[in-house]
């Protein structure tokens, strides 16, 4: 595809962007095609590599992000979501048999695609974007983002550092607030980032705070897609993630927060990480368990408006100070998987 090739330069460049399969979604033609001549390019080519059994149109050939649609062809999609992990690799089953075929079928298809390609140098770019599932699968990091409010800016090292330490298999990024940041940005503000980050698919956990930890909590939990809990001590943090599986947690970091100060602080992070999150607890009841945080997600799920409805519901003032938190959207834009979100974003 020429304009595909056209692109070599540029994509040869691009950080990775993983989706559920295993898949890199910076260099898929699908992914990145916009025009209708690109699309269709794509199609013909969909076809001839044998991954479609006619041209399809460039409705169905365009791409709008893994979390857009309510499955996928390798059944991943809603095996995730019925586990309440976000990658295969967070699951207790991995590598599960759904896994292992996926990789089977990927490769099965792999000559066909050679054949389809103009020169070795495409098939390449076609092998980082398609064929290099096991790997990906098997290596990609858990994306963990520290973002706490301004009026905690002093907390932030302590907290970032102490996520690191015990999310140490995690890429764990932060973005603030910082002491000498220019904006101060209140715990309302910070939780409408937070939603961003989650709701674009740019990160899979957000740990964050306030000076009590609640208000923190109740905001984030007002954000389309994220279920926040309030973990101010280890047993707290523990069952949290066990049990409830949310995705976003919140810690006090006031001048008195909780008990021995930075000891639990540090206490708390290392029992939120020390299993895999949504085992359920106690472990005679885990199925049970399981099952119910499934229906609350959902039941949650059924009850919120989208997230681009509630930015569009907002005050434009409010819009345009949380597009100033540049290191936010702009990760958001590079790592997110939402085209819909990206496309607001920008």
Sequence with gaps: MKWYIDRFEELRKTKPVYSVCGDDCAVCPRYL?????????????WYRAGWRDHVVSNDEIRCTGCGCRPTCSFMLLPCTKEHGVSWCKECGAFECEKVKSTFERSAAKMEQCRNACESEEEFQMFVRAFYEKEKNMRSVPMRIGVIQAGSQAGKNALLFETVKKYASYADV????????????????????????????????????GCSSGQGMMLSCNNMPGVLCGYIPTPQDAYLFAQINDGNCVSVPLGEEYTWQGEENLEKTIEKLFSEPFGQGYPKSEAARKLKDTKLLKDIRKRSQVSLIELLNSLDNDLIEKILRKKDVIDYVLENGQDKVLLAWLK
């Excluded at 095609?33 to 080519?45: C, M, N, Q, S, V």
């Excluded at 209140?186 to 956990?205: H, K, M, R, T």
């Design 33 to 45: 095609a916009k025009t209708d001549e690109e699309l269709h390019a794509t199609a013909e080519f």
């Design 173 to 208: 990024i932060n973005f603030g607030c910082f002491p000498d940041g220019k904006e101060n940005y209140s715990y309302i503000e910070i939780s409408i980032l937070i939603g961003i980050l989650l709701g674009s698919g740019a990160v899979d956990l957000v740990v964050t």
